[in-house]
């Protein structure tokens, strides 16, 4: 109990505390943005790289773990969107939302942390594989949301462009390149110069408490009234079917190694990511809901990952 409470209260009191210094206006909403930018530009994309470009994911030889988890996440992401649809009336972009809402987790930000804290570095490499599959998901939904947009009139004019715009979009993102370019380094088998991983180590120490405090003091400049039903499905989707379906899928469908089910299980039961937050209000859809969802999501997850590990406790990692 007292190793799941390490891994699991420092985390939520971070952003707790970053929460209470947004709530307070201690930290003004253009420092926050300030944060944020610091976090995934500088602090996050250099460990990222350097955890990635050490390990040659190819040898790890887990393309069942990852065929498992992306299926499981596929089946909460449909089931998501038919529920806005049948249920909320929703057009297809908030459909997309929806599901996107109940499948994406805040790996990198929260997920992470939980795994080093509980396995050490070694923990993070399930976390960054998923989160990398994830990227697939970012251009996926980056395409249909510009399709939607396109089809309204308000943006991209084919399918083409739309995928262009998903392309620029990952190009631009420091962290999903960042463990892009760690992977096939690692694959390479290049070797990192330590001066360059020392200093890499020294600045992504920074990355995830200031990851977690700055999503607290986003968190607490969050509008969250409205939208009641849509964002409740996102929770309870996310925080109970996403976690079960993933356990169901990679003990039962396809089996791997009990490490690596936990810490999909673990990735999987993560809050909403605030990535979705970030596509709502580009697209200008679900922002309320998405908002919310997060909030509320991240306020539970304290209780419900606890609760987890205390039923699932973490096997050793080989």
């Known amino acids: 109990m007292a190793t799941i409470l390490d891994a699991v209260v420092p985390l939520f009191a971070v952003i707790f505390a970053g929460f209470l210094a947004g709530r307070t206006r201690m930290l003004a909403e253009d ?10 530009t500088f602090a996050m994309p250099p460990m990222l790289f ?14 069942r773990f990852l065929l498992g988890y992306f299926w499981a996440e596929l089946i909460v992401f449909l089931t998501g969107a038919i529920i806005g649809g049948l249920l909320f009336r929703q057009a297809f972009a908030a459909m997309v939302m929806q599901g996107f809402g109940s499948s994406f987790s805040n790996g990198v930000l929260i997920a992470l942390p939980l795994l080093i804290g509980l396995h050490g570095e070694q923990g993070a490499v399930p976390a960054l594989m998923l989160f990398t599959l994830d990227v697939v998901a970012f251009s996926a939904i980056t395409t249909m949301l510009e399709v939607a947009r396109a089809r309204d009139g308000e943006g991209a004019a084919s399918g083409l462009a739309a995928a262009k715009t998903s392309g620029l979009a990952i190009l631009r993102n420091p962290i999903i390149m960042a463990t892009l370019i760690g992977i096939l380094w690692g694959i390479a088998g290049l070797p990192v110069p330590s001066l360059v991983s020392k200093t890499f180590g020294f600045l992504g120490q920074a990355g995830p408490p200031a990851a977690l ?15 009641v039903g849509s964002a409740s499905a996102m929770v309870i989707l996310k925080l109970a079917v996403h976690p079960a379906l993933v356990f169901l899928t990679l003990t039962l469908l396809v089996p791997v190694d009990p490490i690596w089910v936990h810490s999909a299980v673990l990735f999987a ?13 580009h697209y200008g859809v679900q922002v309320t809901a998405a908002s919310a969802a997060i909030l509320v999501s991240t306020g539970l997850a304290m209780l419900t990952i606890t609760g987890l590990l205390i039923l699932y406790p973490p096997p050793a990692f080989n």
Request: hydrophobic share 50%; proline share 2%.
């Open 50 to 63: 350097r955890l990635m470009a050490s390990t040659d994911v190819t040898s790890l030889g887990q393309g």
């Open 213 to 227: 405090f700055a999503l607290g003091a986003t968190l607490a400049y969050r509008r969250v009234r409205g939208s």
């Open 269 to 281: 039961a993560c809050p909403v990511g605030a990535n979705v937050y970030v596509f709502a209000q």
């Open 31 to 40: 420092a926050v943005r300030g944060l944020n930018r610091f976090v995934f």
